[in-house]
């Protein structure tokens, strides 16, 4: 599922929603790693920031 863009999502869950449902439900699924983005600061330095896939940011928004 790597390199899956927002605007992809709809159409590949039309294929796989019954396997992502099926591993929601028995409690299995796993979420992918979540990608490091390094953001710099307006005063300088830097700080880390999590992006995670689109599938897992939207599990996240439906739970929450």
Known sequence: MGGLVT???RG???Q???QVREALDAGTYQP???RRVVISKPGG???N???PTVL???IQ???A
């Open 61 to 63: 928004q439906a739970i």
């Open 49 to 51: 920031l999590g992006v």
């Open 16 to 18: 796989h929603w019954g």
């Open 12 to 14: 590949w869950l039309r």
């Open 56 to 58: 897992d940011r939207l």
């Open 7 to 9: 605007h992809e999502l």
């Open 32 to 34: 992918q790693p979540v």
């Open 45 to 47: 330095g830097s700080r």
